[in-house]
């Protein structure tokens, strides 16, 4: 993901921004970043959370009116966002921002994520992001008998490899579920070019 830090853009001029994010590698497409699922949702968070950034980042989607439901920019689909509070649209603005906020939990303070809509001609930070290949199904499962949850194995998930139903371990006195993390290396260090990124499972408790 490439980051904007505190420098602010309406939602065309973040569209552009990632488009030239990485124009030394035309075939690599890089787009404002999308949640799909509660993991990115984290992962977003946990970068602005890193960096201090307490601001709000445009995410991939719009709608054409007040009418209409969101959809993510990349492919078209309908925004669903179930793991997290959100109007569904009731607010005003046809686009999406996602923040954060801190919130006390009994003795503790913690970092919840929280996601807006927003004028799309409002000015706000982005993060960019480009596809990277998941961690391939490791040789001792097949895919046809297991299932990944919560969600397929990306880089800096971890993964519970469970029998699809009807299935059961062979060896019973095996340790299952299995849990693996996805992680991601690159040849070199400085190298940018996401065609030489990696992704290899690393087992946990296998």
């Known amino acids: 993901m490439l980051l904007s830090e505190t420098a602010k853009y309406n939602l065309s001029e973040a569209q552009q921004q990632c488009k030239v994010a990485l124009n030394k590698y035309p075939n690599v ?7 799909r699922n509660e993991n990115e949702l984290q992962a977003l968070k ?13 995410l991939n989607a719009h709608r054409q009116s007040v009418s209409e439901s969101f959809i993510w920019n990349s492919d078209r689909t309908a925004v669903q966002i179930d793991f997290v509070f959100w109007t569904e649209g009731i607010g ?22 929280v ?4 004028d799309c001609l409002g000015k706000f930070a982005v993060i960019c992001e480009h596809n990277i290949a998941p961690c391939e ?16 194995p990306y880089v800096g998930t971890t993964t519970t490899i469970t029998c699809k139903p009807g299935f059961y371990p062979i060896d019973q006195s095996s340790s299952f579920p299995v849990q693996f993390k996805c992680a991601g290396h690159r040849a070199d260090p400085n190298e940018a070019d996401p065609s030489q990124y990696t992704a290899e499972f690393q087992p946990i408790n296998f």
């Open 115 to 118: 996601i807006d809509e927003a």
């Open 29 to 35: 497409l890089v787009r404002i970043a999308e949640i």
């Open 137 to 152: 199904d490791s040789s001792k499962f097949d895919s046809s008998k297991v299932e990944f949850t919560p969600s397929e």
């Open 92 to 113: 005003g603005g046809d686009c999406l921002v996602a923040s954060y906020k801190s919130e006390r939990l009994q003795n503790e303070w913690t970092t919840v994520p």
């Open 46 to 58: 946990n970068i602005l959370v890193s960096k201090s950034l307490q601001e709000r980042v445009y």
